[in-house]
């Protein structure tokens, strides 16, 4: 009898890890396929990545998964959401498959487009000229201005202040350049993702994050001890990435874009995510991808 | 092949600070981590049990967590408790007593190597505890743990690696290899010379280990 006991438990215990392990899998695919495709899919020539992706029926999109409000897993839901995800959405709708988002670091994203690891980049990545010999950028979707948070009492007004203090940015983003420019005497603290910089600015750790202002503002919005000063330090033109050389999906792309752009969703994408915090209006971005280029010779 | 060269030429000073920030964090971990697995293996087989506990939890929870975990503790934890722990410390630290653990566990399973019997006789010829120890034990312990604790050493230079990695953001070998790739997109190339620079660490550490093992070798 005892014996008997013992087995139903055994059984017991294994059941519920068992559940356990199937419950997880069941919201893994849940934060995968996020989007229901839409009916009617457009016909691609044969070839294209876009029918390629189509026969797949769906698309791997390399994006933040800890940057409010551009691309981060919601707590409650476990989903990926933010301003990227609105756009990563409309591709995947316009091509009517489902969108698999997978995490992109800023040093990781475009290995990613090399090797195929994801199919297409929106994670607040800025159009420069170093990042386009390796990849192909969409239109402008998105201007960041480059800034500054430091905590409320820091006393750091500027980046004439940084001199000497520790400066947090992410591995591989375009603010290891410029700080080393704009502030030579600042010691850099290079970690993976901004999640990283605002747990060490938060601990003290470092003195100040530099990124751009609407990640920054991300931040703020989690903790209301740290502000932004000084002026803005650069202008950052966010594209969507693509592989090398694949002129019809850019196309795509653009085309996609340029359509979120004028229909509406862009703004309204924008008030959802952005504009409820900064309590300011901006319309869709009109620069295109050679003057975004430009900037960064 | 040019390519790989002019990698590693362009960035010399990267990969050397690298290399010599890895050098800094393995010796000031491996200090640590004899002294304090030493300390700890002498409480495992300490004659009191409560000393044999203390050291028992000490190696059941170090070598149970993740070093990041450890890292992240030691760090961030602290500096929200009000411990303005610097980034060299915490990481040194947090990598020397997590490696004290597993050093901890080689000394005390070479010292149980050495028989029951051997001791038995040593206190029935007249010999002390502590004198049974120095004279017989030890020097046989010592022999045996040479093998596993250079394996110890081995795993704690990779272990650097994490470091740098984590929150701490040291600029170890890896971080800068890594911003070398980010910078040049030379992915490959820049991690061959990670590869060749723990490849030293790791060979001489190996060697250093295999001389003492010769030196020290029991003629069989």
């Known amino acids: 009898m005892k014996t008997m006991r ?5 059984v017991l215990v294994a059941a519920l890890a068992l559940g ?11 934060t995968a396929t996020t989007a229901a495709p839409a009916a009617a899919a457009r016909q691609f020539a044969a070839g294209t990545t876009m029918a390629k992706l189509q026969k797949e029926k769906k698309i791997t999109i390399g994006v933040k998964f800890d940057v409010p409000p551009f ?22 709708d316009e091509l009517g498959v489902t969108p698999k988002y997978i995490e992109a670091l800023s040093d990781n994203r475009i290995q990613f487009l090399k090797d195929g690891t994801a199919d297409l980049i929106l994670s607040t990545m800025t ?28 006393g750091i007004k500027g980046v004439a202040d940084l001199a000497g ?11 290891e350049e410029t700080l080393k420019k704009q502030a030579p005497k600042a010691k850099l603290t290079l970690v993976d993702s901004y999640s990283e910089c605002l747990e060490s600015i938060q601990n003290g750790s470092v003195d100040a994050v530099s990124t751009d202002d609407v990640i920054l503002t991300g931040m703020i919005i989690q903790d209301d001890t740290l502000k932004l000063v000084g002026d803005v330090l650069t202008t950052e033109p966010y594209g969507a990435g693509i592989k090398q050389g694949d002129k019809e999906f850019k196309a795509f ?8 752009k004028s229909d509406g969703r862009w703004a309204a994408s924008y008030k959802k995510w952005i504009g409820q915090y900064t309590k300011e209006d901006q319309k869709p971005p009109t620069m295109t991808l050679k003057e975004a280029l430009a900037l960064s010779k | 092949m040019s390519k790989l060269l002019d990698l590693l030429t362009q960035n010399a000073d990267e990969l050397a600070g690298g290399l010599w920030v890895t050098c800094r964090l393995v010796a000031g971990a491996f200090a640590i981590a004899l002294v304090v697995g030493t300390f700890v293996a002498a409480l495992r087989i300490a004659p009191s049990k409560w000393l044999r506990r203390l050291g028992g939890i000490y190696v059941e929870t170090l070598r149970n967590l993740p070093l990041l975990v450890l890292l992240f503790i030691s760090f961030a934890g602290l500096r929200r408790a009000g411990v303005p722990i610097g980034p060299w410390t915490a990481g040194i630290a947090s990598l020397g007593l997590y490696t004290a653990a597993y050093v901890a566990e080689v000394l005390r399973s070479g010292v149980f190597s050495v028989s029951k019997g051997q001791v038995e006789a040593s206190l029935s010829l007249g010999f002390s505890y502590a004198q049974t120890l120095r004279r017989i034990v030890l020097p046989q312990a010592f022999r045996t743990v040479l093998s596993p604790l250079g394996s110890v050493t081995i795993a704690m230079i990779k272990n650097s690696a994490i470091v740098g990695v984590s929150l701490l953001a040291l600029p170890d070998l890896l971080k800068e290899v890594r911003i070398i790739a980010a910078r040049t997109f030379e992915t490959t190339e820049a ?18 280990f295999r001389l003492l093992e010769r030196k020290f070798a029991i003629r069989r």
């Not at chain 1, 691309?71 to 995947?92: C, H, L, M, Q, S």
């Not at chain 1, 203090?165 to 591989?172: F, N, P, Q, R, S």
């Not at chain 2, 030293?200 to 060697?207: D, E, F, I, S």
């Open chain 1, 6 to 10: 013992w087995r139903w438990l055994t």
């Open chain 1, 20 to 30: 356990a392990c199937g419950e997880e899998k069941k919201s893994a695919t849940a």
């Open chain 1, 71 to 92: 691309g981060f897993k919601n707590p409650n839901t476990g989903d990926v959401e933010g301003f990227d995800i609105d756009i990563a959405k409309a591709i995947a």
């Open chain 1, 127 to 154: 159009i420069n000229a170093e990042r386009d010999q390796e990849i192909d950028f969409s239109e402008p979707y998105f201007i960041a201005k480059g800034r500054i948070l430091v905590k409320n009492d820091s």
């Open chain 1, 165 to 175: 203090k520790k400066v947090c940015t992410a591995l591989g983003s375009t603010y």
């Open chain 1, 253 to 260: 792309v653009d085309e996609v874009i340029a359509k979120f």
């Open chain 2, 191 to 208: 991690f061959f010379w990670a590869a060749v620079g723990y490849l030293l660490l790791t060979g001489a550490a190996t060697v250093v």
